[in-house]
């Protein structure tokens, strides 16, 4: 699908690079992978300053307005690290005892799955239920193509 945008923001992101841009499509703030633009043409210049947007207010590269807050437990080495890593603007930390507890806006959860599962069992989510299931049936999926490897 072709589109005109207005070039704002580049991100490099976990190795893949990233435009925010104004679409007139649209009508509103995006955001494209570029190694999914196919061509680009260079067309008249436009001098629209970048404004703030949806895309900022929640976690990750998948953007838009937060539709719900998670809130996760760190412990041992993952607490540790994690206290000195900004994941959003809007990221409260609290202490407790040697445990960290973060909260943060989220609108869509891939990613922040896959960055609680990296801290493994040092990271449980506390809210919302239906992420903290969701991290569940996956470790769950992960021990079933570990039992099925065993049996082969």
């Excluded at 895309?55 to 953007?63: V, W």
């Amino acid at each position: 699908m072709a589109r005109t945008v207005e070039p704002e923001l580049l991100y490099n992101y976990q190795g893949g690079w990233y435009l925010r841009a104004w679409c007139t499509l649209r009508d509103d703030h995006r955001m494209f992978h570029l190694a999914r633009i196919s061509a680009a043409e260079l067309g008249e210049a436009h001098s629209r300053p970048p404004t703030p947007s949806k895309l900022d207010e929640s976690f990750g590269i998948f953007k838009g307005s937060a539709r719900y807050w998670a809130v996760i437990r760190f412990t041992g080495t993952a607490a540790a690290l994690v206290k000195n890593q900004l994941w959003h603007k809007d990221q409260r930390i609290d202490h407790q005892g040697d445990d960290l507890i973060m909260s943060l806006p989220v609108a869509d959860d891939r990613e922040l799955i896959m960055k609680i599962m990296q801290y493994g069992a040092q990271a449980r989510v506390l809210a919302p239920v239906e992420l903290a299931i969701k991290i569940k049936d996956e470790a769950r999926r992960m021990l079933q193509t570990y039992d099925a490897t065993e049996e082969e």
